[in-house]
């Protein structure tokens, strides 16, 4: 009989772990964002492309929707000077988007609030549970990036 890890433990990761870090960050953008007519979902795009998915097809499949879709939300990106657009190093049928500064600072700044807030959370913990989330982390992350 396994007494370890179930599917119970993973219905609480959605509700209990991921909707409410969004929740977070979403309310850190809205209270903390410099560009008024910036969207969450804009916000998400910019991330993103940070993170590397700086292509409009990477970014639509991270976000679900179509290319199209994607390809509207960069262009008022672009237009708001949060985004550019370049050809790729190798390959110039495709374009490369890239944040400009004011963006990657707004990005920055407020992943960096959001993040600050959970540590001091997680620092309020005792030791040996600050030492089981420390090492959970990591290996939820390379799980969940192998894909379903």
């Known amino acids: 009989m396994n007494h370890g890890f179930g599917p119970y433990h993973l219905e609480l990761l959605m509700?209990?772990?991921?909707?409410?870090?969004?929740?977070?960050?979403?309310?850190?953008?809205?209270r903390t964002q410099t560009h008024p007519k910036l969207t969450f979902a804009q916000f998400?795009?910019?991330n993103g492309i940070r993170r590397g998915r700086n292509q409009v097809g990477m970014l639509a499949g991270h976000h679900f929707i179509s290319q199209p879709a994607m390809s509207k939300m960069v262009e008022a990106l672009?237009?708001?000077?949060?985004?550019?657009?370049?050809t790729h190093p190798e390959d110039r049928?495709?374009?490369?988007?890239?944040?400009?500064?004011?963006?990657?600072?707004?990005?920055?700044?407020?992943?960096?609030?959001?993040?600050?807030?959970?540590?001091?959370?997680?620092?309020?913990?005792?030791?040996?549970?600050?030492?089981?989330?420390?090492?959970?982390i990591p290996l939820i992350a390379s799980i969940l990036a192998e894909g379903i």
């Not at 374009?95 to 500064?101: G, V």
């Not at 990657?104 to 620092?123: D, H, P």
């Open 93 to 136: 049928r495709k374009i490369e988007l890239q944040l400009t500064p004011r963006a990657l600072k707004t990005v920055k700044a407020i992943e960096g609030k959001v993040l600050t807030e959970i540590a001091q959370k997680i620092s309020r913990l005792s030791a040996a549970e600050q030492k089981i989330v420390g090492d959970a």
């Open 15 to 30: 509700p209990g772990i991921v909707h409410p870090m969004l929740r977070r960050f979403r309310e850190e953008f809205k």
């Open 78 to 86: 672009v237009k708001a000077g949060m985004v550019t657009r370049g």
């Open 44 to 46: 998400r795009i910019l």
